[in-house]
Every structure is written in C-alpha cells, then in structure tokens.
C-alpha cells in the first residue's frame, strides 16, 4: 500500500464554513398541517401543550414544538391548592421564564411596540423542540396560520425588510408580522397592519433560542376566534384557543439553519505515483510479471476511493469516487476530500 503525507501549506483548507438550511420536522418536512396534543393520553391540564405531528399514541409520534399562554401577574392560571397562599402561579411563572431568558436585567416586561401597555402583560408562546431545530431556526422561513373562521391570519417575521438587527440578551429578535413567505409583509388598515401604533406588531421572534411570543391582546382584535380570558385564580385553558385555530389553520412552515464547518483536503496523484495494486490480478504470483503485456513500462490503474491516515497509519476516513479514475504515467490528477464537522 502506499502512502503520500500532505504539505498542510497547499494540500488543506481549513475552517471554511458554510450555511445550510433544511427542513425542521420530523424527517426533514418543511411543513405540519396537522396537530395533535397527548390529552388523550392523560396530559395535564396546564398552561402550555405539547405538540406532536401524529397522534401521541403512534409510535412515529414525536413532539415538534410546545405551546402555551403565560401573564405577568398570572392570570389565566389556577394555584396550588396545596399551598397557603394565592394561587396565580403558573402563567406568572412562565412569563417569569421567558423574561430572565429573553431579556435585559432589570426588565419586568416585554414590549411588542404600542402604545396600549396592557399588550405587554400577556403573550402566547411557540418554543421549538431543540434538538430539532438544531443552532436555530431560519429567520425569513418560517410562516403560522392562524384560522379564525371569519377572519384568519398568516404570520411572519420582519427580516427581510430589516436594515438593522436588534439584540437582546436572547439574542438576535425580529416583530412578527402579517404576511407570507412568499408575497413578503402585508400592510393593511390602521390597526391590522405590520405594526399598529396601539397594540403593537403580532409578536417577538428569537431565532438563535427558537421562541415566538405572539401578543395575546393583539390576536384578540384580530382572529376572530382567538379570546383570551384572564380570571384571577381560575384556569382558563387559554393554550387551547390557541392550538384549537393552530388546527384549523392547517399550515405551519418552518426551516432550520446551522453552520457547517469544513476542511477540504486536495489528494494529488502524481503521473509516477500509485501506478501498481497490489490486487492478485494485477500481477502473477510466481514471478511477479505484469498480468497485462500492454502494462509493461506504462501500468494503468484505477482510483475508486482514498483513504486519510493519520500518523500512526490509522485509517480516519474514506471517500469514494462516484465513477474508477484512471491513473497512468500519462496522466495526473486532483481529488477533493471535504470533511463537513
């Protein structure tokens, strides 16, 4: 077997990254029209539902993202009834989640943009599934419809039309918007448009975390059958609504994006360089004579695949050629070796 060590000056390049994007739901989908919650299954009634793209009880089932309603000073929420105290916790809980992950310190609320402060206090929450969605989702590709019978709504971000990026200490965050994909933002009326001066734009989102926090008050004006109830110490079932006009929407699309980092490596066959096999029909076994006359003084050989060793001659990897490539006195060639991390 023979072997060439690489001159790291000119035979490899490192580092060279690449962004790629695919689909974020189970098997690579770029899009879920149908939903399903574990309440058959004995889920809890709580402030946020698991989402599965079959129903739990399959075997493929499995959770895409999580959603859920969650107030400043925890309305829409029971209590422990085991405690002494009042109850109110759970969705003051989660706003209290959202907002140490989210925001600056010493930031008690999220702001959405209007003039209407109360927008501030509540919002519905989408929380991709991690290790699906990888380093982050794709900003500019994803869009949720949301069907409130008489009145339904298509939901973006703002992206594609931002100069500048805001960061916050979740990140990279963009408004979610009125619009699709494919005809960008849509601008209509006064109070229905990307961003009204009252309520606000339709929500937050946080690309690099995969969180979208979609304004509770805004979607009351504006999704016909989105109503948000805020009792004090009662369960309200808020994230129902929201998955119930998920269902009829029947559209959430969604992409991933990650990093990739390469090292190509250049494997250069020279014309004088690995002409002979060791392969039993290369040569005979008694005198060692050229199987082929026609190989004497010109042997041919053909290249299916190259292997990388590290200095103990220790195979770490191994690609292979999509067609032979014939080697010869006569000829030279460059072959790509591209290690994807």
């Known amino acids: 077997m023979s072997f060439q060590r690489f001159n790291r000056a000119d035979d490899i390049v490192e580092n060279q990254r690449t962004t790629i994007t695919s689909g974020l739901w189970t098997g690579g989908g770029t899009q879920l029209t149908k939903f399903y919650t574990a309440s058959a299954a004995g ?4 402030s946020y539902l698991n989402i599965y793209n079959e129903d739990p009880t399959g075997s493929a089932s499995e959770v895409q ?11 829409g929420s029971a209590g422990n009834s085991t ?30 943009g209007g003039s209407d402060t109360q927008s501030n206090e509540d919002f519905y929450f989408i929380s991709f599934n991690r290790a699906r969605m990888r380093e982050k989702v794709n900003p500019g590709n994803w869009e949720l419809k949301l069907d409130g019978a008489a009145n339904d709504i298509i ?46 734009s339709y929500g ?66 020279n014309n004088k360089k690995f002409n002979f096999s060791s392969n039993p029909t290369f040569a005979t076994a008694s005198d060692g004579s050229l199987t082929q006359p026609t190989f004497f003084k010109d042997p041919q050989t053909f290249v299916t695949q190259v292997g990388l060793y590290n200095d103990d001659n220790e195979l770490l990897a191994v690609a292979k050629l999509s067609k032979p490539l014939l080697n010869s006195y006569a000829r030279e060639a460059i072959i790509k070796v591209k290690l994807d991390f």
């Not at 889920?43 to 709580?46: M, N, P, R, V």
């Not at 003051?92 to 140490?100: E, T, V």
């Not at 918007?177 to 006064?190: M, P, Q, W």
């Open 83 to 112: 405690k002494s105290t009042l109850g109110r916790r759970q969705s003051k809980a989660l706003y209290g989640q959202f907002r140490n992950l989210l925001l600056p310190p010493n930031t008690n609320e999220f702001n959405f």
């Open 204 to 269: 937050l989102f946080y690309p690099d975390l995969g969180v979208l926090l979609l304004n509770a008050r805004k979607l009351d004006t504006q999704v016909t059958d989105i109503s948000t109830t805020r009792s004090t110490d009662t369960f309200d079932n808020n994230p129902r609504v929201l998955f119930n006009s998920l269902v009829q929407g029947a559209s959430f699309r969604a992409r991933r994006e990650e990093e990739i980092s390469s090292t190509n490596f250049f494997c250069r066959i």
């Open 43 to 46: 889920e809890q009634t709580g």
């Open 155 to 200: 939901l973006i971000d703002d992206s594609s039309t931002t100069s500048g990026v805001t960061v916050d200490q979740g990140g990279r965050v963009f408004n979610i918007v009125s619009g699709s994909i494919a005809d960008g933002i849509t601008t209509e009326g006064t109070d229905d448009g990307a961003i009204s001066t009252t309520s606000g």
């Open 65 to 75: 993202f999580s959603l859920g309603y969650a107030h400043y000073q925890g309305s």
